[in-house]
């Protein structure tokens, strides 16, 4: 076989192989038949039931997922733990405890499994306070002369000058479980058109989707989602 062949056969596809190979033997009893590598399948796509993750009790709250989610309000149980979902203190990593609430197993996995992961900074940069405001005191230049009550610049504008850009009872909803396509209505409505579930299949469908792609992540790295393969 010439090198122009064996050339051949390794660049070409296979069907054009196909089609040149019996040029290639001479029938001298020589000539090695080509190895025909079969395509590697296509793994089949596994689809998953989210109704586990939103009927799961968030620990401490004495609510489901769904129930914390829908209506997007932010609840505090003067009888239970403070700590966000229970309210929310100026430290409480809100974004980690909602992420692993709507993809994690809180049977097997706590609500702050995300948090321990050491991504995120262990501390504020700048120590909170003791008093009002509470927040660390101000970076950079000039500083306000008073942070504990004075020098604050508070906007006086209509109300109908503001745009509302996201919610924040439970963050990350409207970031993680609501489509572009959606987003603009989904901030612009109320708690009211929650409870009427406008936005519960958006919700569903956002999550399952997800989960989807973020499913063998998880199982990989030791996790087990709340979702069940269907």
């Known amino acids: 076989m010439t090198n122009f062949a064996k050339l051949l056969i ?3 596809p296979l069907a054009l192989i196909a089609t040149t190979l019996p040029g290639c033997f001479n029938g001298d009893g020589n000539d090695t038949p080509p190895v025909m590598v079969e395509p590697m399948p296509t793994p089949t796509p596994v689809s998953f039931d989210v109704t586990p993750c939103l009927e799961q009790m968030v620990p401490g709250t004495g609510v489901t997922v769904a129930g914390a ?3 997007d309000t932010l609840t505090i149980n003067l009888a239970a733990a403070s700590g966000f979902p229970n309210g929310r203190r100026l430290a409480d990593p809100v974004i980690d405890v909602t992420l692993a609430v709507i993809f994690l197993d809180l049977t097997q996995h706590g609500a702050g499994t995300f948090a321990g992961i050491p991504l995120n900074p262990p501390a504020n940069d700048v120590a909170f306070q ?5 927040l660390g005191m101000p970076q950079g230049n000039p500083p306000l002369a008073d942070m504990m009550g004075s020098g604050f610049n508070f906007r006086t504008d209509d109300p109908g000058a503001y745009t509302r850009v996201d919610r924040m009872g439970m963050p990350a909803i ?4 609501i489509g572009s396509d959606s987003k603009n209505a ?3 409505a109320d708690p009211a058109d929650d409870a009427a579930e406008t936005f519960v299949g958006e919700l569903a469908t956002q999550l399952t989707g997800l989960t989807e792609a973020l499913a063998d992540d998880l199982t990989d790295a030791g996790l087990t989602p709340c979702a069940t393969a269907s």
């Open 186 to 188: 989904y901030n612009d």
């Open 10 to 12: 390794r660049t070409a």
């Open 130 to 134: 003791a008093g009002f405001p509470y």
């Open 174 to 177: 409207s970031t993680v479980l």
């Open 69 to 71: 989610v829908v209506p």
